[in-house]
């Protein structure tokens, strides 16, 4: 019902009468004030929590109900959270809902039929629990016979209740994130530790060649280099638990604050620690399992040799052959082009080096663009009225004519929405749904295909949401059958489509009105409205007595960057850690590089290159390198956000990877820069070389 905030703020709110005894069904939890008693002498109400806190309502206020043209004034006793509106939506053909203005208000049973003209001793709903919910179906059959006389409008299992399920698909992926993004830290960790054992290996090979020339075997020698692995593992595992278990607390009550859970308890389950020990034991172990049999291998008399080959390394690289112009550069030019190409194997680390750095920088700004983009998305593209009035009954032209007659209304077209079941032609699959029925040429909404192109509605043709596709196995051009309100038709689909919030399946508003057999009635309208009588508009609406709810798109806006805050919290942190460990692999790269090089830089030194035109030149070869590495680390990272973006969709959301040009250069600035800082500790130890010493060194 229409009601009022003490400074004339119009919401929508939901009356839900609650039993004098307890307990009862969906209790109530108090947050502040205190609870009804049943016996009060003014009307009085609980405020559910998440509309509280978006309008600072506290115990003492008032909030005014609008009934037959009078304003009622209701006190508030207190502000509450129900199990019921964990997560607050109107219903599932709106799901758009927007705490600022729609209000849950909990009222003695007296008290709420009063307000809502309601006979004495009447109900409008039953909420039942079972013994044995495995019974659901069979006791579901039973109240609808025994409640037939009455019409039945819904019947809401504990599995299809909105707020529950939003909150499973939450947590289900956020369970999927959980395993996604360690699965990926790991295999990144994994080659950093097969890169650093790998060169180990190689650096080490005359002393290795020594150790089996005196005795040791080369299951001694493996085990020797695998431990390294295993060391870097229980260390990480330590030190990552004790971070984790911090952090999950944090974590936990972030969440928690925001969907408004009234109580969070943390517990230790040690499966999570063995779980997490025995995943980053193993990919120690296949990370390092490699380099250390290439220890083992290594041959005595072949390793305290140290032969270079001539051949393999002095020879022109593929580069200058394909190019002979490289050729006539200067050595300082020439010098850093060559070394990229003349060792492939230090080459390839590195690159591969940066396309994870790629991955991890871009993984967090691509999700806060995609955020961003569909959200711009929804309210420029695809929703584009700025008011829908939702009716409590269907309603004639005359209704639209009416709205259209209210000072400020610019454009009205008509919609409807109603619960529905989709199947396939064969029949042997079927979703539950929201049908939506809409004018062919609307201004009001939007809808793009899959490849961002516009597609409109067109006669006994569907567009449906691209989730439907392989729930029902249907592809475009195929014809599904529609069943709602105890009626059914058949459609061809014409086009599946993006939709960021929700999941439906759209029919010209004729052809739902036939369905659904409304003759000439809509159940809801779209406005336009002119921006300066905004507000005068809502409240002529408010005062309609037929009207159930009201969709802001505005308000629904203002709550969405509301959430922004916390947003970027989130993807700062993510930004930082990534950037931490895109900066050790870079590190790692770039140092290993640079100390494999010693003897060449020490050689240049002493033939008479100034250490800053060394130092540059190593440089140039490390930034190339990354350069090199940009164009595969933005297509892998491009993969894995989609991958990750699909974790998140649902039958409620759904998000299409969106990265602007502005990350693209980001990404790009930040790598170099990590290029460049990560080298400085390698060129500190380069420009105190002994010259003397680290040319009798032989390079491997």
Request: hydrophobic share 45%; aromatic share 10%; net charge neutral.
């Amino acid at each position: 019902m229409g009601m009022a905030l003490e400074d004339g703020t119009h919401i929508t709110g939901q009356i839900i009468g609650i039993p004098k005894n307890k307990p009862y069904v969906n209790m109530v939890q108090i947050e502040s004030g205190h609870e009804l008693t049943g016996n009060e002498q003014e009307l009085t109400c609980l405020v559910e929590t998440h509309f509280a806190k978006f309008n600072d309502l506290k115990e003492g206020d008032r909030i005014s109900a609008v009934k037959n043209g009078e304003t009622i004034s209701i006190r508030i006793a207190g502000v509450v959270s129900s199990p019921e509106y964990m997560i607050v939506f109107r219903n599932r053909q709106f799901p758009m809902t927007s705490a600022t203005v729609y209000g849950v208000f909990f009222m003695s049973m007296d008290q709420a039929r009063f307000l809502l003209d309601f006979p004495s001793n009447s109900y409008n709903e039953f909420a039942f629990t079972l013994d044995d919910y495995s019974l659901e179906s069979t006791t579901e059959s039973l109240a609808r016979d025994i409640l037939s006389p009455y019409a039945v409008e819904e019947v809401t299992t504990r599995d299809n209740q909105i707020s529950k399920s939003i909150m499973e698909m939450d947590i289900k992926q956020f369970h999927n994130f959980a395993l996604f993004f360690p699965i990926l830290f790991f295999t990144i960790a994994a080659f950093s530790i097969y890169m650093i054992l790998s060169r180990m290996v190689r650096t080490q090979k005359p002393i290795i060649g020594l150790m089996r020339a005196i005795g040791y075997s080369g299951r001694e020698i493996l085990m020797h280099y695998l431990s390294f692995a295993f060391l870097v593992g229980v260390v990480g595992v330590i030190v990552g638990s004790i971070l984790g278990m911090l952090a999950t607390g944090l974590v936990s009550k972030l969440y928690a604050s925001n969907l408004g859970i009234p109580e969070v308890h943390l517990g230790f389950y040690p499966w999570v620690f063995v779980y997490g020990f025995v995943i980053a034991i193993g990919f120690c172990a296949l990370a390092g399992l490699i380099p250390a049999r290439q220890s083992a291998s290594v041959q005595p008399t072949e390793a305290l040799r140290g032969t270079v080959d001539p051949a393999k390394y002095g020879k022109h690289s593929w580069v200058e052959r394909l190019l002979p112009s490289l050729g006539r550069l200067r050595v300082f030019w020439r010098l850093p082009v060559r070394n990229v190409f003349r060792n492939k194997r230090r080459t390839a680390f590195t690159i591969i080096g940066i396309i994870f750095a790629v991955i991890l920088v871009m993984m967090t700004l691509g999700i806060n663009d995609t955020i961003h983009g569909t959200i711009n998305k929804a309210f420029n593209k695809l929703f584009t009225f700025d008011i829908a009035v939702l009716y409590l009954d269907p309603q004639s032209k005359v209704t639209e004519s009416k709205l259209q007659e209210i000072p400020g209304v610019e454009q009205v077209d008509p919609t409807i929405g109603h619960p529905c079941i989709i199947s396939n032609g064969d029949g042997n699959k079927d979703v539950e749904s929201i049908v939506m029925g809409e004018s062919s040429d609307t201004g009001m909404r939007g809808f793009l295909d899959e490849q961002n192109r516009e597609v409109h509605i067109s006669p006994h043709h569907c567009l449906m949401s691209r989730q439907y596709r392989s729930e029902l196995g249907v592809a475009v051009g195929d014809i599904i059958n529609i069943e709602a309100n105890n009626r059914s038709g058949s459609f061809v689909i014409s086009d599946f489509i993006m939709e960021p919030l929700g999941a439906f399946v759209y029919i010209p508003v004729q052809e739902a009105r036939e369905l659904l057999g409304y003759g000439q009635r809509s159940s809801a309208f779209y406005l336009k409205v002119d921006p300066e009588k905004y507000q005068e508009v809502k409240d002529t609406l408010y005062k309609e007595a037929s009207v159930l709810a009201l969709i802001d798109l505005s308000q629904i806006q203002k709550e969405i960057n509301s959430y922004m805050g916390l947003l970027y919290i989130i993807i700062t942190v993510m930004l930082v850690f990534g950037l931490i460990m895109a900066f050790t692999l870079v590190f790692n790269t770039s140092t290993i590089n640079i100390m494999e090089r010693e003897q060449e830089v020490a050689t240049m030194l002493t033939l008479g290159v100034k250490q800053w035109k060394a130092s540059l030149s190593l440089t140039l070869e490390n930034v190339f390198m990354g350069l090199l590495g940009l164009a595969p680390g933005y297509v892998a990272a491009l993969i894995v956000l989609g991958q990750a973006m699909k974790l998140y969709q649902s039958d409620l959301f759904s998000f299409t990877p969106i990265v602007t040009m502005r990350t693209y250069f980001i990404v790009a600035a930040l790598i170099i820069l990590l290029m460049v800082l990560s080298e400085y500790p390698s060129l500190r130890h380069i420009n105190k070389l002994d010259l003397a010493q680290s040319t009798k060194r032989r390079s491997l």
